[in-house]
T-cell receptor
């Protein structure tokens, strides 16, 4: 049973436009969400995170929005750049002491077209 | 700077061989993880460790074992490699501090079992 879902395997966006990557989750006990970016032949790198007590977190061109009632989060990249072309993974952590595992989505491949 | 180092970037082994994948982190992190990444399946957790000599099964532990004799080192062992274990293997580490529950990844080991 997939608890973190990224329903779009791929997304193409023109350079300079906004990229919106979506993620849905089913477990209401998740309390912390992260986005990772992965280039081919490299490990994922942490991008941005959000706690369940917030509905928005911003870091430069990257903003993550959380809608708890809909169990949905999204990553906005504005403006998109060719270097943003990568696979993006959404991940979630369960609430509770001693909870260290992350549950990952299957990823969305973003292509930013110059 | 955060550093997770995996001993090999590429590895080719034969069916039935015993395979060791090594991972070292220099951040004094308590938690370490082994994942495999396959196309269309995202990141799947094989094993993790939250302390020296401690280990927990992840989602897909069958065919694998792990060893954590020192805090900085976490090894993944394929007792008898099979072709369905051909994959990208990723090691990660994180702090036990829940405020810093970000996993940092190594560059990955691309394993081919022939």
């Amino acid at each position: 049973d997939q608890q973190v879902k990224q329903n779009s395997p791929s997304l193409s966006v023109q350079e300079g436009r906004i990229s919106i990557l979506n993620c849905d989750y089913t477990n209401s006990m998740f309390d912390y969400f992260l986005w990772y970016k992965k280039y081919p032949a490299e490990g994922p790198t942490f991008l941005i995170s959000i706690s369940s007590i917030k509905d928005k977190n911003e870091d430069g061109r990257f903003t993550v929005f959380l809608n708890k009632s809909a169990k949905h989060l999204s990553l906005h990249i504005v403006p998109s750049q060719p270097g943003d072309s990568a696979v993006y993974f959404c991940a979630a952590r369960l609430a509770g002491a001693g909870s260290y595992q992350l549950t990952f989505g299957k990823g969305t491949k973003l292509s930013v077209i110059p | 700077d955060v550093k997770v180092t995996q001993s090999s970037r590429y590895l080719v082994k034969r069916t039935g061989e015993k395979v060791f994948l090594e991972c070292v982190q220099d951040m004094d992190h308590e938690n370490m993880f082994w994942y495999r990444q396959d196309p269309g399946l995202g990141l799947r957790l094989i094993y993790f460790s939250y302390d020296v000599k401690m280990k927990e099964k992840g989602d897909i532990p069958e065919g694998y074992s792990v060893s954590r004799e020192k805090k900085e080192r976490f090894s993944l062992i394929l007792e008898s490699a099979s072709t369905n274990q051909t994959s990208m293997y990723l090691c990660a580490s994180s702090s036990r501090d829940s405020r810093k529950n970000i996993q940092y990844f190594g560059a990955g080991t691309r394993l081919s079992v022939l």
